[in-house]
T-cell receptor
Framework: NAGVTQTPKFQVLKTGQSMTLQCAQD?????MSWYRQDPGMGLRLIHY???????DQGEVPNGYNVSRSTTEDFPLRLLSAAPSQTSVYFC??????????????FGEGSWLTVV | KQEVTQIPAALSVPEGENLVLNCSFT??????LQWFRQDPGKGLTSLLL?????REQTSGRLNASLDKSSGRSTLYIAASQPGDSATYLC??????????FGKGTKLSVKP
C-alpha cells in the first residue's frame, strides 16, 4: 500500500516557467488537497477536491490550477512560476469530506525553488 | 475566520521528562482536532484525532485532550525520548471540511 505519492521530490524552476506537481493515492479516497508550507506561516490550503470532477479553492489559490479527472490523481499546476511560490508542497487525502473520525494522510512533500 | 495557535514554538527537554504541548483555536465550532508529527524533510504523520464529542484520546505515551468550549487542546507526552524529537502540529477541521493548521511546536529531547 503506497499511500499518497508525490513527484517530483525536488524541482528548480526559472521564473515564468510552468510545471505540474503530481499526486496519486491508492486508498480510494474521495477527498484530496494541496497545501504549501512556508517558514513562519504553517501549512496553508491551496486547492481541494471532494471527488472526481469536483475542485474548489482554498486559502491561497492564486497562481495554481488543479483538476480531478480520476479518484486516484490530483495534479497541481503552476501556470507561470514566481519566486513567491518557492515552498514545500504537500498533497493529502482522506476518505469522505473529512468527516469526524477520518484521518488525513499526507505525501512526503515536494520541494520547489523558483529562481 | 478560524485561527490556530500553538505554544511554545520550540521546546527543549531532557530525556525522560513529561511534557505538554498546547494548541488553541478561536472558533469552537469544530468537527474534530488532529495532532500530527513532522520529521525534518518528511511529510506529516497523524498521531491522534479527537472528535468534537470526545474529551481525550490516548495512544501509547501520547494523550491528547480537547476542551471545545475554551478552544484548547493539549498533547501530553510521557517519559520523552530522543526519538520524539520532531515538530508537532495541531489542526482543526473547519466548516468547509478542510484542516486549519497551527504553526507547530518544535520539540528537541536531549539524551
Amino acid at each position: 500500500n503506497a499511500g499518497v505519492t508525490q513527484t517530483p521530490k525536488f524541482q528548480v524552476l526559472k521564473t515564468g516557467q510552468s510545471m505540474t506537481l503530481q499526486c496519486a493515492q491508492d486508498m480510494n479516497h474521495e477527498y484530496m488537497s494541496w497545501y504549501r508550507q512556508d517558514p513562519g506561516m504553517g501549512l496553508r490550503l491551496i486547492h481541494y477536491s471532494v471527488g472526481a470532477g469536483i475542485t474548489d479553492q482554498g486559502e491561497v489559490p492564486n497562481g495554481y490550477n488543479v483538476s480531478r479527472s480520476t479518484t486516484e490523481d490530483f495534479p497541481l499546476r503552476l501556470l507561470s512560476a514566481a519566486p513567491s511560490q518557492t515552498s514545500v508542497y504537500f498533497c493529502a487525502s482522506s476518505s469522505r469530506a473529512l468527516r469526524a473520525g477520518n484521518t488525513i494522510y499526507f505525501g512526503e512533500g515536494s520541494w520547489l525553488t523558483v529562481v | 475566520k478560524q485561527e490556530v495557535t500553538q505554544i511554545p514554538a520550540a521546546l527543549s527537554v531532557p530525556e525522560g521528562e513529561n511534557l505538554v504541548l498546547n494548541c488553541s483555536f478561536t472558533d469552537s465550532a469544530i468537527y474534530n482536532l488532529q495532532w500530527f508529527r513532522q520529521d525534518p524533510g518528511k511529510g506529516l504523520t497523524s498521531l491522534l484525532l479527537i472528535q468534537s464529542s470526545q474529551r481525550e484520546q490516548t495512544s501509547g505515551r501520547l494523550n491528547a485532550s480537547l476542551d471545545k468550549s475554551s478552544g484548547r487542546s493539549t498533547l501530553y507526552i510521557a517519559a520523552s525520548q530522543p526519538g520524539d524529537s520532531a515538530t508537532y502540529l495541531c489542526a482543526v477541521r473547519g466548516s468547509q471540511g478542510n484542516l486549519i493548521f497551527g504553526k507547530g511546536t518544535k520539540l528537541s529531547v536531549k539524551p
